[in-house]
């Protein structure tokens, strides 16, 4: 056997193509002989995983912990947390995509050992939240339990979020893994499908924009990924009104704005504005977060949960010192609209994000636009 692992180590990186490698590490599990996949991948990455890696490599190593993620059994599991937690690959970023592979191959049950064994405390904390969002009640599975309601890792970025999902989150476009890929849907896009509001002159009081650094940070985090690694922008602004704002004047305050994302519009590029549940507007943000853009794979389903609370969180004008259910609450308070127009601004590809949160006073409105492109 370790024959076979070295002449494959050795050969790689002349391979034309590495289906043959998939299919010897395929025969390996299906014979119930997990382990040597894991000695595979490690071994690969130690002769092949540092500097940049070649495609060979790359392709191989994401196949056998596909392999290893998404085939069921505890034995798999432990085989994947094997191989993810040697020193030559362990990295966040991959804790991160592994906890997303086994949250959606694996039975809570058989999920114990991330948890009772050996495995980074970062993939812990994402697998937690990774079933979260496909409604596990991570509190009640034995081993699991004990470690995400422990308090040594409170101080966690993750630890923010409850440990049940919201009625909000219960529609979230989670991927789904094989061992040849994956597939999700996108809840965002060109505005064919969306009905447009008819925009009647109406009074909009006075604005003044109160926009900071930091509010631009926070409400633009779930899209960030499109601007710093892939072709998108983000326009993130807030803004206090001199007196309320009647939800039905959304559209034409949004006019007046100066928004450089609605830029351009009129008879010809006419915007399109529609009341938008909150639930839809956190799912819109969650798969920007989670997904990511174009270019941009995203930050996998625990992080993109996080991402997509702090943006809705501050949309919807909670402090950053507020809890979990304090943002919700406030976010459930808020008129919510999607938006979106024909300008240059909009790439009208296939990520195009436009959201409004107006306060119950109705005293300020907070926006948030984004785009990206291949």
Not at 199 to 228: F, L, Q
Not at 257 to 272: A, F, H
Not at 355 to 366: E, I, K, Q, V
């Given at each position: 056997m370790?024959?076979?692992?070295?002449?494959?180590?050795?050969?790689?990186?002349?391979?034309?193509?590495?289906?043959?490698?998939?299919?010897?590490?395929?025969?390996?599990?299906?014979?119930?002989?997990?382990?040597?996949?894991?000695?595979?991948?490690?071994?690969?990455?130690?002769?092949?995983?540092?500097?940049?890696?070649?495609?060979?490599?790359?392709?191989?190593?994401?196949?056998?912990?596909?392999?290893?993620?998404?085939?069921?059994?505890?034995?798999?599991?432990?085989?994947?947390?094997?191989?993810?937690?040697?020193?030559?690959?362990?990295?966040?970023?991959?804790?991160?995509?592994?906890?997303?592979l086994?949250?959606?191959?694996?039975?809570?049950?058989?999920?114990?050992?991330?948890?009772?064994?050996?495995?980074?405390?970062?993939?812990?904390?994402?697998?937690?939240?990774?079933?979260v969002?496909?409604?596990?009640?991570?509190?009640?599975?034995?081993?699991?339990?004990?470690?995400?309601?422990?308090?040594?890792?409170?101080?966690?970025?993750?630890?923010?979020?409850?440990?049940?999902?919201?009625?909000?989150?219960?529609?979230?476009?989670?991927?789904?893994y094989g061992?040849?890929?994956?597939?999700?849907?996108?809840p965002?896009?060109?505005?064919?499908?969306?009905?447009?509001?008819?925009?009647?002159?109406?009074?909009?009081?006075?604005?003044?924009?109160?926009?900071?650094?930091?509010?631009?940070?926070?409400?633009?985090?779930?899209?960030?990924?499109?601007?710093?690694?892939?072709?998108?922008?983000?326009?993130?602004?807030?803004?206090?009104?001199?007196?309320?704002?009647?939800a039905?004047?959304?559209?034409?305050?949004?006019?007046?704005?100066?928004?450089?994302?609605?830029?351009?519009?009129?008879?010809?590029?006419?915007?399109?504005?529609?009341?938008?549940?909150?639930?839809?507007?956190?799912?819109?943000?969650?798969?920007?977060?989670?997904?990511?853009?174009?270019?941009?794979?995203g930050?996998?389903?625990?992080?993109?949960?996080?991402?997509?609370?702090?943006?809705?969180?501050?949309?919807?004008?909670?402090?950053?010192?507020a809890?979990?259910?304090?943002a919700?609450?406030?976010?459930?308070?808020?008129?919510?609209?999607?938006?979106d127009?024909?300008?240059?601004?909009?790439?009208?590809?296939?990520?195009?994000?436009?959201?409004?949160?107006?306060?119950?006073?109705?005293?300020?409105?907070?926006?948030?636009?984004?785009?990206?492109?291949?």
């Open positions: 370790a024959d076979q692992i070295q002449e494959i180590v050795a050969g790689l990186a002349d391979l034309k193509e590495v289906h043959g490698v998939w299919a010897v590490a395929d025969g390996r599990v299906a014979q119930g002989d997990a382990g040597w996949v894991a000695d595979l991948g490690i071994a690969l990455a130690r002769a092949y995983g540092t500097g940049e890696p070649v495609w060979q490599y790359r392709s191989v190593f994401d196949h056998l912990l596909r392999l290893l993620a998404t085939t069921a059994g505890p034995g798999h599991v432990a085989q994947a947390l094997r191989l993810v937690s040697s020193a030559e690959v362990t990295s966040r970023r991959l804790d991160r995509y592994t906890a997303s086994l949250a959606s191959g694996q039975a809570a049950e058989d999920l114990n050992v991330a948890f009772t064994g050996h495995a980074p405390e970062e993939l812990r904390a994402c697998l937690v939240h990774e079933l969002l496909r409604g596990v009640a991570v509190g009640e599975v034995p081993g699991i339990a004990g470690w995400a309601t422990s308090p040594h890792w409170s101080h966690h970025p993750l630890g923010w979020l409850p440990l049940t999902r919201s009625g909000m989150e219960e529609e979230a476009d989670l991927p789904s061992i040849r890929g994956s597939s999700h849907s996108m965002y896009g060109p505005s064919e499908d969306r009905p447009s509001a008819v925009i009647a002159d109406a009074h909009v009081p006075a604005a003044r924009e109160t926009t900071t650094p930091a509010v631009v940070s926070r409400i633009g985090a779930a899209p960030a990924n499109w601007a710093e690694r892939s072709n998108g922008r983000v326009e993130a602004r807030v803004f206090d009104l001199a007196e309320p704002l009647d039905r004047t959304v559209p034409s305050a949004l006019l007046a704005l100066g928004l450089e994302c609605l830029r351009g519009t009129g008879k010809k590029t006419p915007l399109s504005v529609t009341v938008c549940p909150p639930a839809l507007a956190w799912r819109v943000l969650f798969a920007a977060a989670s997904t990511g853009g174009a270019y941009s794979s930050s996998y389903g625990a992080y993109g949960r996080l991402a997509a609370w702090r943006s809705l969180a501050a949309l919807a004008g909670s402090p950053e010192g809890t979990a259910a304090e919700e609450a406030q976010v459930l308070d808020c008129g919510w609209h999607a938006f127009a024909g300008t240059q601004w909009f790439e009208q590809v296939a990520w195009d994000i436009g959201l409004a949160a107006l306060s119950p006073g109705g005293r300020r409105l907070a926006v948030l636009a984004a785009t990206d492109t291949d």
